[in-house]
Nanobody, 127 residues
């Protein structure tokens, strides 16, 4: 079992920045992928970014490329999402997810590919 707990959400003005954190506790290995998804009110949960733990390969949704950066800290077993130039459209609950596999591009954006989820953290971008 893997436990995920997101933190770092909050209220920020447009153009501002936030950094989300998600430590993973429990059984992990070098062959796993961690990702961030988000869900706005009344909308489906969508992919934001992911990172393969072993080789550090990253993936991003087109909507966040150049603004968001996913990274990992091996010693802390923690994944981060640095969010810059935030827009009102980025408002959502952000979820951390993990799977004990090295996902490839064709599957990394599918929520069904992940089997561990956090409870989410609210990000609100508003003036």
């Amino acid at each position: 079992q893997v436990q995920l707990v997101e933190s770092g959400g909050g209220l920020v003005q447009p153009g501002g920045s936030l950094r989300l954190s998600c430590p993973a506790s429990g059984r992990t290995s070098n062959s796993y992928t961690m990702g961030w998804f988000r869900q706005a009110p009344g909308k489906e949960r969508v992919f934001v970014a992911a990172i393969r733990w072993g080789d550090g390969h990253t993936y991003y949704a087109d909507s966040v490329k150049g603004r968001f950066t996913i990274s990992r800290d091996n010693a802390k077993n923690t994944v981060y999402l640095q969010m810059n130039s935030l827009k009102p459209d980025d408002t959502a609950v952000y979820y951390c997810a993990a799977v004990m596999a090295n996902l490839i591009m064709s599957s990394v954006s599918r929520s069904t590919a992940y089997n561990y989820w956090g409870r989410g953290t609210q990000v609100t971008v508003s003036s």
